[in-house]
């Protein structure tokens, strides 16, 4: 069975700039999270999808992030303008309804 | 996240036995987890355990919970260093999952 599979997996922009993360969940899998980890810190929550509906982005900055999962399968997660503060790996999780959690390598994001 | 605390470092010699301790907050959680990072991989479940146990053995691999303290510990036995990572605690509660901000442990010959 493929994993979650991420891309790109590193990303070097710099401040104001805008970046866009590729996530494709686990086949079959119709709940979809985007978290993000901080170096030094665990993965915090940014989105859950079920299917290609929103459960829960209350930790989303939404003045600069955006993320959708239109036929929900593949999910894109967007940073408009990105700030310092935004460089951390974002990982992308799946799973069956609300079960087991598989994690995909991550994408990791430096912002100059 | 500040919901779930552990200790940031763990140093270990091989063949010794780990024992990483995580708190939570959340006396709704429903299950509690151990995941294993490695050096720029992702998440890796290892093993969870249901709130209504207060045990579970899984090869080398123990989780003790005790929900009245709400702390859970996960003990490696025989810690090799193929264990070398960092291991985050987490709960879920109203379906959500919180992490722990992860504990390094370091294996030394």
């Known amino acids: 069975e493929a994993g979650v599979a991420q891309s790109p997996r590193y990303k070097i922009i710099e401040k104001r700039q805008s970046v866009a993360f590729w996530c494709n969940p686990i086949s079959g899998h119709a709940t979809l999270y985007w978290y993000q980890q901080i170096l030094g810190q665990g993965p915090k929550l940014l989105i859950q999808?079920?299917?290609?509906?929103?459960?829960?982005d209350s930790q989303l900055p939404k003045d600069r992030f955006s993320a959708e999962r239109l036929k929900g399968v593949d999910s894109t997660l967007k940073i408009q303008p990105a700030k310092l503060e935004d460089s951390a790996v974002y990982l992308c999780a799946s799973s069956r309804n609300t079960g087991e959690l598989f994690f995909g390598e991550g994408s990791r994001l430096t912002v100059l | 996240g500040e919901d779930v605390e552990q200790s940031l470092f763990l140093s270990v010699r091989e063949g010794d036995s780990s024992v990483i301790n995580c708190t939570y907050t959340?006396?709704?959680?429903?299950?509690l987890y151990w995941y294993k990072q490695e050096p720029g991989a992702g998440l890796q479940l290892l093993t969870y355990?249901?709130?209504?146990?207060d045990m579970k053995q899984d090869q080398r691999l123990t989780v003790l919970l005790n929900k009245k303290d709400k702390h859970l510990s996960l003990r490696i036995a025989d810690t090799q260093t193929g264990d070398s990572a960092i291991y985050f605690c987490?709960?879920?509660?109203?379906?959500?999952?919180?992490f722990g901000a992860g504990t390094t442990v370091t294996v030394r010959a």
């Open positions: 987490a709960e879920k509660a109203d379906y959500k999952l919180s």
């Open positions: 355990i249901f709130s209504n146990m």
């Open positions: 959340d006396s709704s959680s429903t299950y």
């Open positions: 999808f079920q299917n290609n509906g929103v459960v829960d």
